[in-house]
């Protein structure tokens, strides 16, 4: 069955840097586009980003453009989160999902929290 397991979340100070991952399996990991959202406490979820299958185009949420890299490694079925220049507003529970067969799945996600 198809299966998304998000890690790396964690506490970190304003300004810094966090890589989340998310393994997959159960599906065939690189012919999907995948999606990392988030949903901070109090507000819907939002989506974050998405990359293409082979990685070649990506699209980001205004609120992380410059600060946050997406990238995936189709030989380890795996995607990543790079966040840098952390602020406290990108406290949140850090999802990733993906689509097969019109199902959408999501992991059950790794919680970032940006505080001093």
């Known amino acids: 069955q198809v299966q998304l397991v998000e890690s790396g979340g964690g506490l970190v100070q304003p300004g810094g840097s966090l890589r989340l991952s998310c393994a997959a399996s159960g599906f065939t990991f690189s012919s999907n586009i995948m999606r990392w959202h988030r949903q901070a406490p109090g507000k819907e979820r939002e989506l974050v980003v998405i990359?293409?299958?082979?990685?070649?185009?990506?699209n980001y949420a205004d609120s992380v453009k410059g600060r946050f890299t997406i990238s995936r490694d189709n030989a380890k079925n795996t995607v990543y989160l790079q966040m840098n220049n952390l602020k406290p507003e990108d406290t949140a529970v850090y999802y990733c999902?993906?689509?097969?067969?019109?199902?959408?799945?999501w992991g059950k996600g790794t919680l970032v929290t940006v505080s001093s």
């Open positions: 999902s993906t689509d097969v067969r019109g199902v959408r799945y």
């Open positions: 990359v293409i299958d082979t990685g070649g185009f990506t």
